[in-house]
C-alpha cells in the first residue's frame, strides 16, 4: 500500500499520542470548533487543491496524509478525511501552507494521472461519504456513520479493521470527536424493523421515535394525533385524504378564484433559482451545512429509489409554494407552509399515490406524476392563506425549472428548505427525518440525468382539475357566470386581457 505523509514540520509518532489524548479531553469544546471547519476545493490540471479555514492553530499540529484517494488532514482539534473520485500522490509539487493571518491551510495535492478530471468537488457531502462496504449486499439497509453512541465500540473495531484502517488511524479517529466521517456501521437488516410495536417513517421508512410526545407539542400539521408513531401506513393515507376533505373550503376557494389580484401578482414572479447559470456556485453558508449533514450511507433498491425521487416532486412542490408566495423572503409562517403541504410531512405519507404500472423502474409514467402532484395540489387548495389551482400549477412549473439545474441546483433548495425548518421548534423534525436524509442523496445519489428527464416531464404534465376530487371546474362556473358578475361580453374579455398584463409589484 502506498502511503505517505507530509509533515510541517516533521512531526514524531509520539507526538501523536500526546495529541489524541488531547482531543480526547476537550470534545465538547472541538465539537463546536469544528464548526469553524470550512475548506473548499479546486483543481487545476496537475493538482486538487484543498483549502481548510482552521484559525489559531499551530502549524506544527498539522499532520496530512494521502493514501491513494484518501485525503486526510489532523489538525488539533479538527480531523477531516476525503475520499477522493480518483487517487492523488505526494510529490515534489505538493505543499501545504497555513496562512496564520487569514487562518487558512491550502494543501496543493498532485493529480496521479496528469489531466484527470475530478468530477463534483463542489458536492462537498459527497466527497465526505463513505464508499459502500464491499460486503453490503442484500437487504436494504442505512448506514448510520456519525452515532454519538458509544454501546457500539466492539462493532466500529471490527468495521474499522475490515475496512482496513490501521489501529493508529483509529486511535485518532476516536479521539477526535469532531471526526468526519467516522466508520461506523448499524446495519439494520428489514425483518428486524418488522419486529417492533411501532411503524417506522420517514426517509426510507428508517426514522422512529420522533412523535412520540407529539400530543404535547404545538404541532399544528401532524394529522395522525397521538398515535403517529403506531399508525400503519394505509390508516396515514387514510386519515390524509380525510382530513383534506374536511379542511376543504369551498368559499374559500372561490374567494381566491373570483378575486385573484393578489394572486396574479403570486403568478408573475419568477424564481431566482429557476434561472440556469453556468456559474454555480455555493454559498459559504451552503458550504457549511452540506459539511455538517449526518454521514450516513443510503442503499436503497431500485422501487426505494423510483419512489424517493416522487417525494422528491412533493417536497419541491411544497418548497415552491412557499418560495412563490413569500418571494423566497421566508416568513414565520414558512416552515407551516412547507409542513402542512408535504403528506410525507404532516400524514407521514409519501408517493406512491398509485401503483407503478410498467416494471421498467427507471420510467415515470404521466399517471403516476399525475397522481403524485394531485397529492400536493389538494393540499395546496385546502390548507395555506392562497389556494388557487393556477398558483398550484406555476408551483409544478417551478418544481420542473428547479430539476433542471440537476443535483446542484435541487440540493440548494432543499438546503434551503432545511434552513426554514431547522429554525422552527416543532418543524425541524420534519429536517431530521426526511430533509437531511435528503440533502444528502440528492448531493450523494441523485443522478442529473434522471432529474432532467424529470424536469421534462413534470412541464408538460398536465393535473386535471378533475382529478382533484373537489367540484373545481363546477364552482368555477358559477363564479363566471354567476348573478353578482357583470355579463356583458365586452367588459369580460377586457377583464381578460387585464389580467394577462404583468402586475406591477
Ligand atoms: C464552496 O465550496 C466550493 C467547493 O469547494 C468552492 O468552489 C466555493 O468557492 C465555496 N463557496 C464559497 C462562497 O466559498
Ligand atoms: C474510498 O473510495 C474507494 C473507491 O473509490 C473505496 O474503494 C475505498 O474503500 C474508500 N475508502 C474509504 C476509507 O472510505
Ligand atoms: C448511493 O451512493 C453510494 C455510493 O456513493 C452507493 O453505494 C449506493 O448504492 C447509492 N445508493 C442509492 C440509493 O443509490
Ligand atoms: C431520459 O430520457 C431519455 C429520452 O426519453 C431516455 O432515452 C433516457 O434513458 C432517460 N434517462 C434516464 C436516466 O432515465
Same mark, same amino acid.
Given at each position: 500500500?502506498?502511503?505517505?505523509?507530509?509533515?510541517?514540520?516533521? *512531526?514524531?509518532?509520539?507526538?501523536?499520542?500526546?495529541?489524541?489524548?488531547?482531543?480526547?479531553?476537550?470534545?465538547?469544546?472541538?465539537?463546536?470548533?469544528?464548526?469553524?471547519?470550512?475548506?473548499?476545493?479546486?483543481?487545476?490540471?496537475?493538482?486538487?487543491?484543498?483549502?481548510?479555514?482552521?484559525?489559531?492553530?499551530?502549524?506544527?499540529?498539522?499532520?496530512?496524509?494521502?493514501?491513494?484517494?484518501?485525503?486526510?488532514?489532523?489538525?488539533?482539534?479538527?480531523f477531516?478525511?476525503?475520499?477522493?473520485?480518483?487517487?492523488?500522490?505526494?510529490?515534489?509539487?505538493?505543499?501545504?501552507?497555513?496562512?496564520?493571518?487569514?487562518?487558512?491551510?491550502?494543501?496543493?495535492?498532485?493529480?496521479?494521472?496528469?489531466?484527470?478530471?475530478?468530477?463534483?468537488?463542489?458536492?462537498?457531502?459527497?466527497?465526505?461519504?463513505?464508499?459502500?462496504?464491499?460486503?453490503?449486499?442484500?437487504?436494504?439497509?442505512?448506514?448510520?456513520?456519525?452515532?454519538q453512541?458509544?454501546?457500539?465500540? %466492539?462493532?466500529?473495531?471490527?468495521?474499522?479493521?475490515?475496512?482496513?484502517?490501521?489501529?493508529?488511524?483509529?486511535?485518532?479517529?476516536?479521539?477526535?470527536?469532531?471526526d468526519?466521517?467516522?466508520?461506523?456501521?448499524?446495519?439494520?437488516?428489514?425483518?428486524?424493523l418488522?419486529?417492533?410495536?411501532?411503524?417506522?417513517?420517514?426517509?426510507?421508512?428508517a426514522?422512529?421515535?420522533?412523535?412520540?410526545?407529539?400530543?404535547?407539542?404545538?404541532?399544528?400539521?401532524n394529522?395522525?394525533?397521538?398515535?403517529?408513531?403506531?399508525?400503519?401506513?394505509?390508516?396515514?393515507?387514510?386519515?390524509?385524504? =380525510?382530513?383534506?376533505?374536511?379542511?376543504?373550503?369551498?368559499?374559500?376557494?372561490?374567494?381566491?378564484?373570483?378575486?385573484?389580484?393578489?394572486?396574479?401578482?403570486?403568478?408573475?414572479?419568477?424564481?431566482?433559482?429557476?434561472?440556469?447559470?453556468?456559474?454555480?456556485?455555493?454559498?459559504?453558508?451552503?458550504?457549511?451545512?452540506?459539511?455538517?449533514?449526518?454521514?450516513?450511507e443510503?442503499?436503497?433498491?431500485?422501487?426505494?429509489?423510483?419512489?424517493?425521487?416522487?417525494?422528491? *416532486?412533493?417536497?419541491?412542490?411544497?418548497?415552491?409554494?412557499?418560495?412563490?408566495?413569500?418571494?423566497?423572503?421566508?416568513?414565520?409562517?414558512?416552515?407551516?407552509?412547507i409542513?402542512?403541504?408535504?403528506?410525507?410531512?404532516?400524514?407521514?405519507?409519501p408517493p406512491?399515490?398509485?401503483?407503478?404500472?410498467?416494471?421498467?423502474?427507471?420510467?415515470?409514467?404521466?399517471?403516476?406524476?399525475?397522481?403524485?402532484?394531485? %397529492?400536493?395540489?389538494?393540499?395546496?387548495?385546502?390548507?395555506?392563506?392562497?389556494?388557487?389551482? =393556477?398558483?398550484?400549477?406555476?408551483?409544478? %412549473?417551478?418544481?420542473? =425549472?428547479?430539476?433542471?439545474?440537476?443535483?446542484?441546483v435541487?440540493?440548494?433548495?432543499l438546503?434551503?428548505?432545511?434552513?426554514?425548518?431547522?429554525?422552527?421548534?416543532?418543524?425541524?423534525?420534519?429536517?431530521?427525518?426526511?430533509?437531511?436524509?435528503?440533502?444528502?442523496?440528492?448531493?450523494?445519489?441523485?443522478?442529473?440525468?434522471?432529474l432532467?428527464?424529470?424536469?421534462?416531464?413534470?412541464?408538460?404534465?398536465?393535473?386535471?382539475?378533475?382529478?382533484?376530487?373537489?367540484?373545481?371546474?363546477?364552482?368555477?362556473?358559477?363564479?363566471?357566470?354567476?348573478?353578482?358578475?357583470?355579463?356583458?361580453?365586452d367588459?369580460?374579455?377586457e377583464?381578460?386581457?387585464?389580467?394577462?398584463?404583468?402586475?406591477?409589484?
Amino acid at each position: 500500500m502506498k502511503h505517505s505523509t507530509l509533515l510541517l514540520p516533521t *512531526l514524531i509518532r509520539a507526538l501523536l499520542a500526546v495529541l489524541c489524548h488531547a482531543v480526547h479531553s476537550q470534545h465538547l469544546a472541538s465539537q463546536q470548533l469544528s464548526s469553524g471547519l470550512f475548506e473548499s476545493i479546486c483543481q487545476t490540471e496537475v493538482s486538487v487543491i484543498v483549502s481548510i479555514y482552521c484559525p489559531s492553530v499551530r502549524a506544527s499540529d498539522v499532520e496530512i496524509s494521502v493514501d491513494e484517494t484518501l485525503f486526510s488532514v489532523h489538525i488539533n482539534p479538527y480531523f477531516l478525511r476525503l475520499n477522493f473520485s480518483h487517487a492523488l500522490v505526494e510529490d515534489d509539487a505538493s505543499s501545504a501552507a497555513y496562512d496564520p493571518g487569514s487562518g487558512y491551510l491550502t494543501v496543493t495535492l498532485t493529480k496521479e494521472v496528469r489531466g484527470q478530471e475530478f468530477k463534483d468537488l463542489d458536492l462537498l457531502a459527497k466527497l465526505l461519504a463513505p464508499r459502500p462496504s464491499q460486503q453490503a449486499h442484500g437487504a436494504p439497509i442505512i448506514e448510520v456513520l456519525d452515532s454519538q453512541d458509544t454501546a457500539n465500540d %466492539a462493532e466500529d473495531d471490527l468495521v474499522a479493521r475490515t475496512q482496513g484502517l490501521s489501529l493508529e488511524q483509529q486511535e485518532i479517529l476516536e479521539a477526535a470527536e469532531n471526526d468526519w466521517q467516522l466508520p461506523q456501521q448499524l446495519p439494520e437488516p428489514l425483518p428486524a424493523l418488522h419486529i417492533r410495536a411501532e411503524h417506522r417513517y420517514g426517509f426510507l421508512d428508517a426514522h422512529a421515535g420522533y412523535f412520540t410526545h407529539v400530543a404535547h407539542t404545538e404541532n399544528e400539521v401532524n394529522e395522525l394525533g397521538a398515535d403517529a408513531e403506531a399508525c400503519p401506513p394505509d390508516e396515514r393515507r387514510r386519515r390524509r385524504l =380525510a382530513h383534506e376533505d374536511e379542511k376543504w373550503d369551498e368559499e374559500h376557494y372561490l374567494a381566491d378564484f373570483a378575486d385573484d389580484e393578489y394572486i396574479q401578482e403570486l403568478l408573475a414572479w419568477n424564481h431566482p433559482h429557476a434561472i440556469v447559470s453556468d456559474e454555480f456556485q455555493y454559498t459559504e453558508e451552503e458550504n457549511l451545512t452540506m459539511l455538517r449533514l449526518p454521514r450516513k450511507e443510503y442503499l436503497a433498491s431500485a422501487r426505494q429509489t423510483h419512489d424517493l425521487y416522487l417525494t422528491l *416532486l412533493t417536497l419541491l412542490f411544497s418548497y415552491a409554494y412557499e418560495s412563490r408566495t413569500t418571494q423566497c423572503d421566508p416568513t414565520p409562517e414558512s416552515a407551516w407552509t412547507i409542513s402542512a403541504l408535504t403528506p410525507a410531512f404532516s400524514a407521514l405519507d409519501p408517493p406512491p399515490y398509485q401503483p407503478h404500472p410498467s416494471s421498467d423502474l427507471s420510467k415515470f409514467t404521466a399517471p403516476e406524476l399525475a397522481a403524485t402532484f394531485a %397529492a400536493s395540489y389538494r393540499r395546496a387548495l385546502a390548507f395555506p392563506l392562497y389556494r388557487s389551482f =393556477a398558483l398550484a400549477d406555476a408551483c409544478r %412549473a417551478d418544481v420542473a =425549472a428547479l430539476l433542471s439545474g440537476g443535483r446542484r441546483v435541487v440540493a440548494r433548495c432543499l438546503l434551503e428548505m432545511k434552513r426554514i425548518l431547522d429554525h422552527h421548534d416543532v418543524y425541524y423534525v420534519y429536517s431530521k427525518i426526511w430533509v437531511d436524509d435528503f440533502c444528502m442523496w440528492v448531493l450523494a445519489n441523485a443522478s442529473d440525468k434522471v432529474l432532467q428527464n424529470l424536469s421534462r416531464d413534470v412541464a408538460c404534465l398536465r393535473v386535471e382539475k378533475k382529478s382533484i376530487g373537489w367540484d373545481l371546474q363546477e364552482l368555477e362556473a358559477l363564479v363566471r357566470e354567476g348573478p353578482n358578475r357583470d355579463l356583458d361580453s365586452d367588459d369580460e374579455s377586457e377583464d381578460e386581457i387585464e389580467r394577462m398584463l404583468p402586475v406591477p409589484l
